[in-house]
C-alpha cells in the first residue's frame, strides 16, 4: 500500500560523506513526520534525526552539526546529509514516515534499510 524505498550509502572514510534519501509512495494522503533511525551491530535501534512537515523537529546530539536531515515534500522524500562521518557512525540505516492513506488509514512505515560502514 504504501512502500518507502531507501538509497545511498556504502563504504566511506573517516571524516568523509554520505547522503541517504527515502522515497514514498503508494496510497498517499499526507505525510506527518519523516525520519531516520539506525542500528548498529549487538546496539538498540536509536533515532537519528526526525523532520515534520514544516521543519526539524528532532536531531540526536552525537550527530548535530554533522547530519542534516531535510524533506521535498512535493516528492515524499526525505534526505539524510551525513559529513564529517565517524567510526561510531558504522550501522544500517532505516528511514519511517508516518501516513496517512487515501484510505484514511494511518500508520508508520519503514524502509529496508541501508548499510552505512565508516572505516579506514
Known amino acids: 500500500q504504501v512502500q518507502l524505498v531507501e538509497s545511498g550509502g556504502g563504504l566511506v572514510q573517516p571524516g568523509g560523506s554520505l547522503r541517504l534519501s527515502c522515497a514514498a509512495s503508494g496510497s498517499i494522503f499526507s505525510i506527518d513526520t519523516m525520519g531516520w533511525h539506525r542500528q548498529a551491530p549487538g546496539k538498540q535501534r536509536e533515532l537519528v534525526a526526525i523532520?515534520?512537515?514544516?521543519?526539524?523537529?528532532n536531531i540526536q546530539d552525537s550527530v548535530k552539526g554533522r547530519f542534516t536531515i531535510s524533506r521535498d515534500n512535493d516528492k515524499n522524500t526525505v534526505y539524510l546529509q551525513m559529513n564529517s562521518l565517524k567510526l561510531e557512525d558504522t550501522a544500517v540505516y532505516f528511514c519511517?514516515?508516518?501516513?496517512?492513506?487515501?484510505?484514511?488509514?494511518?500508520?508508520?512505515?519503514w524502509g529496508q534499510g541501508k548499510q552505512v560502514t565508516v572505516s579506514s
Open positions: 519511517n514516515a508516518d501516513v496517512q492513506t487515501r484510505a484514511h488509514s494511518r500508520a508508520i512505515y
Open positions: 523532520i515534520g512537515s514544516s521543519g526539524v523537529i
